[in-house]
């Protein structure tokens, strides 16, 4: 397929020769095309990338988890595949910007390399629903810019209860509660033969994200969720215990990893719907099956 310019009916031309429908059709090495009814769906693993469909229109279909468990992969082969770039703003945070643009900025600065043209091009900020015209490849409900849509006083609230939600849980941590809690967790560990038995919580999920925004607001550290924390800390060959400092930069990480999400629940983003909609279909293969590592560099919490 060309990757500098695509229409649906270039997508269902393509697709026409695939072997096995009901097994997708290959998209170069990390991805497979399916025909689901008069739509076709891009996916990467179990994660559905985006929708081509007949009104020759293209959605993305991510949320902010599934975005940064596929961000490496996206950011180097996407716009190898269908005729848009993807690259990573900050945590949480990513920009779309489709191909034919970029070939219109390359022509004007011969002398450019693709990291000018992010530099120098804002991006559309990413979330699930972003839809563009594959006519124009201008989108068709582009948000503002996260930065531009900051609530000052919001803002300061959610800063403020983050605080108090932190320093709760390291009083916890001085009473013992956490201790107590990782003993649990490894007694129940002990009963399982391998590390991928372990009961381990999705912090994508309503419930656990609901239950952080709750205990952040109201500054509460309910014991379902620290343990929910304790469970969530990665052990391997080099470190088969937990200590209550891994407990607190669990809980560190967590935070960091899904602030976006808890900050449109705390209203902090006025200018945008801060409810990210839900674009899985109801027979779609269920998300994060497997827990993937994800990178971090945020600051520790020390006890």
């Not at 026409?16 to 059709?25: F, L, S, Y």
């Not at 011969?110 to 989108?139: C, I, M, R, S």
């Not at 320093?167 to 590390?195: C, D, M, N, P, Y």
């Not at 705390?266 to 993937?292: A, I, L, S, T």
């Amino acid at each position: 397929m060309r990757t500098d310019k695509m229409s649906y009916n270039d997508v269902a031309e393509w697709f026409t020769r695939c072997r096995n429908p009901d097994k997708g059709r290959p998209v170069m090495s990390w991805a497979r095309m399916f025909k689901v009814g008069d739509t076709y769906e891009l996916r990467h693993g179990s994660t559905k990338v985006g929708v081509f469909s007949p009104d020759n229109k293209f959605t993305f279909t991510m949320n902010t988890q599934e975005a940064r468990n596929s961000s490496v992969t996206l950011s180097q082969a996407l716009q190898r595949t269908i005729p848009f770039l993807w690259y990573r703003k900050g945590m949480g945070k990513y920009r779309i910007k489709p191909t034919p643009q970029y070939e219109e900025y390359k022509a004007q600065h011969p002398d450019a390399y693709a990291w000018h043209y992010f530099k120098d091009v804002e991006g559309y900020e990413l979330f699930d629903g972003l839809q563009f015209d594959l006519n124009t490849y201008e989108p068709t409900n582009a948000r503002p810019k996260m930065s531009d849509t900051i609530d000052p006083v919001k803002r300061k609230e959610w800063l403020s209860a983050l605080r108090k939600f932190k320093q709760a849980v390291k009083v916890r941590a001085r009473l013992g509660v956490l201790e107590s809690l990782i003993q649990e967790v490894a007694q129940e560990r002990s009963k399982h033969r391998s590390r991928y038995d372990w009961e381990m919580p999705d912090w994508n999920t309503d419930m656990w994200q609901d239950m952080l925004y709750t205990s952040i607001r109201d500054s509460e550290c309910p014991t379902e969720l620290l343990r929910g924390i304790v469970k969530s800390v990665h052990t391997g060959y080099y470190q088969s215990s937990i200590s209550v400092a891994d407990v607190l930069k669990e809980c560190d990480k967590i935070c960091t990893n899904y602030s976006v999400d808890i900050r449109r629940k705390f209203g902090v983003f006025n200018g945008e719907n801060n409810e990210v909609p839900d674009m899985r279909h109801k027979d779609d293969v269920p998300r994060y099956e497997v827990e993937q590592d994800r990178d971090t560099n945020e600051a520790k919490m020390e006890v």
